[in-house]
Each structure stands twice: as C-alpha cells, then as structure tokens.
C-alpha cells in the first residue's frame, strides 16, 4: 500500500491533468451536446470501464510495452481517432433526427451500444496509456513492496477523480443542449457541433495526440 504521501502527491498530479479538458473530456461533452445527458452519462460510465481495463493491463506490464513502443503507442492512438471520428460523423449526419428525438419519435440510443462506444473509446486513448504506465509507476513506493497492487491503488484514485470531473462536464454540457433544445433550429445546430467536435477531437489525437 502507497504512503499517504505518495497517495496525495498522485492525487494532485492526477486532478491536475484531468480537469483541463482532452479526449475523454470533449467526447462526453460532444455526446451530450450531440445527443443528450443520458448518453453523455452512459458514454461517461464506459468510459471509465475502459480506463479501468487499461490500467489493470498496466499493472500486469503492458503498458510499459505500450510506451516504449512507439509503433503499438501510434496503433493505440489512432485507433482510438478513427473511431471517434466515425462517431462524429454519424452524430453529424443524424443532428436533424435531435428534435423528434425529443418528441418522442426516436427511440433512446441502445444502452450497451452506448457503453461499448465509451468503453473503447476510453481503452484506445494514448496518453491515459502512457500517463498509466509511465507517470504512474512514479508514485510507487519501493519500501511498501507489491508494485502491481500499488499501481492498482493509485490507478483506482485516478479512476475516480475522473469520474467525477467527467460527471460534473456531462450535467454542465447536458443542461446546456437543454436550453438549445427549446428550438428545432439550435437543436439541429448543437446536435452538428457535437458531431464536429468529436470529428475534431479524433483529427486532432490522430494528428498530434491530446491530453486525458
């Protein structure tokens, strides 16, 4: 188990990189702009399942492998891109389809459909990868022994802290569209930002990479 140092000192670092907006930020907002709360929520929850499956990939060693390969790190990075940008152009294509939405004449998106987007878009992302496996291992404490547990427990406050930043950028971009919504036309209009945002977002990773 971490000193309580060590867990604090992780705790600042780790609040600090998540709350300036990067991948998983823009995608939950580009969701619930794009199609509401509740799939921003959903997007949110898979998400985190998959950075949670990433850092237990971590404490077994394959994320060392990932960043120090700089061909598996280009593999995870772009595809991690190119899905978000086949979901943005989908959200783009479908923005007029928001106002009967909102009337009743779409059905809410399928539950595991939404998860399973969020999950692989949070188990693709790059710098979560790189962050796991070679910012985290910083704050491990030699004396304490059991890396991989240590890895696990520092992972899990990163999760969490995540999750709430995450929860806090769904409602706040949710509660948004719902003003939008008061109008076919905004609507319309937000549902394509959305779409575009995330199309940007994947361009953007593809290209350069993006924070957490």
Known sequence: MPSIQHLLAFAVTALIVIVVPGPSVLFIVGRALAVGRREAM???????????????AVALGLGTLIAASAIALTAVKLAGAAYLICLGVHAFRT?????EALTGGVKPANTRRVL?????????????AVFF???LPQFVDPAAGAA???ILVLGLIFVVIALASD???AVAAGSARDWFARSPRRLELVGGTGGLMIIGLGASIAVSGAKE
């Not at 959903?42 to 237990?56: C, D, F, R």
């Not at 923005?95 to 106002?99: F, Q, Y």
């Not at 399973?116 to 979560?128: D, E, M, P, S």
């Open 167 to 169: 929860t806090v950028w």
């Open 148 to 150: 991989a547990a240590q």
């Open 42 to 56: 959903l997007t949110m929850v898979g998400n985190t399942l998959g950075a949670a499956v990433m850092l237990v």
């Open 133 to 135: 496996a070679a910012v």
């Open 116 to 128: 399973r987007q969020g999950f692989l878009v949070g188990v693709t992302n790059a710098k979560t």
């Open 95 to 99: 923005r007029k389809s928001l106002a």
